[in-house]
């Protein structure tokens, strides 16, 4: 009878360390909901006054004045705009972040989603004394996920590449099918990362402390974003890289079919 009497008193213990394991969860469900819908909230609230604030500046522009009031208008117009761009990753941020809207997958062919990227930046890459070059197979290379945004992913990714990789570099895109996975590696030979930067990459706002990498422009919700993308679709994201050498992102996807 004391043995019964002391297993039923672990068993109610039991019990009760898991409802209070499943309320924190709860919990931090809840906290994490209202992070997203405040980021989203706030991040609306910017945009609009900031568009109005580019609709002037460009009213502004086309207005013959004297130098330094026309440089200080340049300058007040790349703040805003940078001011946008982290407005737009953060309601980007917030609405991959949502649990409460899950991807809705379809076919997505995956050397279409690089030409249209490539498209919009292969010329400023080129520009930079920058190479580049796309391998795929013969067969298609089609994941099951959201174009709009794999198309934000490998925007990212190239971007970066391109950011982070100097003159006389090159940036290479690469497709492939893996058994059951979509496979999108993005290569460039540029600054590389650091074992110690790896480890943070994905989380917002990081940016490296490398001083060559934090020369470039950038807000550090890039890479979280590609993180966030491919972990909804059910992915993988990957990074091998050494510093002075290179980076090499790759993302895994569900085939489709
Ligand atoms: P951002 O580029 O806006 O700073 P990201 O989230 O896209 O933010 O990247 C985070 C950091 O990772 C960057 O600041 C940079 O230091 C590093 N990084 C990202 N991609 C590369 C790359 N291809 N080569 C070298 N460093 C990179």
Known sequence: ALDIGHDLG?????????????RMVEELRALDSYKGRLIATVSHELKNPLTAIVGHLEILQDEPTDPAVSASVDAIDR?????????????LLAKVGDPDH??????????????????????????????????????PVVAMAE?????????NLVSNAGKYTPSGGRVTVC??????????????????????DQEQLFQEFFRSTNPLA???????????????????????????SRLGEGSTFRVRLPVAG
């Open 147 to 155: 174009a709009e945004e794999i198309e934000r992913l490998v925007t």
């Open 214 to 240: 934090l020369a470039q422009p950038g807000t550090g919700l890039g890479l979280s974003i590609v993180h966030r993308i491919v972990s909804r679709h059910g992915g993988r994201t990957e990074v091998e």
């Open 175 to 196: 497709l492939a099918v893996e058994g059951d996975e979509a496979v999108l590696e993005c290569t460039d030979t540029g600054l590389g990362i650091s074992a110690e």
């Open 102 to 139: 899950p991807v809705v997958p379809r076919p997505v062919d995956l050397a279409d989603v690089v030409a249209d990227v490539l498209a919009l930046q292969e010329h400023s890459l080129t520009r930079k004394g920058i190479e580049v070059v796309v391998e795929k197979p013969e067969e």
């Open 10 to 22: 672990r068993v109610v213990l039991n019990a009760r360390s898991f409802e209070r394991e499943h």
């Open 79 to 91: 703040g805003a705009r940078r001011l946008a761009r982290v407005a737009d990753d953060l309601l």
